[in-house]
């Protein structure tokens, strides 16, 4: 079985930062895409940015230029660097893990439980 454990969210003032980490752990082979969606109430999850493990990046236009993804393979942990946080991008974080080729030859998509990031005064 494959987990993935988040950490790092919380609460922030506007114009702050946080780091989201998120690590996947069991039996894996390798990882082909490891990101970042999130949900609002009230909204659908939406892709906030992926990595590969060749380093190619996909960002939402609306957190382009503030956030940025970052990935360890050794570790198979993906980070998310968030700056010039905004009150929109409150909401719910999940790290996501596509691709997942495990030692039993499977291959399947992952989710985290999720973890909050309020951006308020």
């Known amino acids: 079985q494959v987990q993935l454990v988040e950490s790092g969210g919380g609460l922030v003032q506007p114009g702050g930062s946080l780091r989201l980490s998120c690590a996947a752990s069991?039996?894996?082979?390798?990882?082909?895409?490891m990101g970042w969606y999130r949900q609002a109430p009230g909204k659908q999850r939406e892709l906030v940015a992926a990595i590969t493990g060749g380093g190619s990046t996909t960002y939402a236009d609306s957190v382009t230029g503030r956030f940025t993804i970052s990935r360890d393979n050794a570790k198979n942990t993906v980070y998310l660097q968030m700056s010039s946080l905004k009150p929109e991008d409150t909401a719910v974080y999940y790290c996501?893990?596509?691709?997942?080729?495990?030692?039993?030859?499977?291959?399947?998509?992952?989710w985290g439980q999720g973890t909050q990031v309020t951006v308020s005064s």
């Open positions: 996501n893990a596509g691709g997942v080729h495990t030692t039993a030859d499977d291959l399947g998509n992952y």
């Open positions: 069991g039996s894996i082979f390798s990882i082909y895409s």
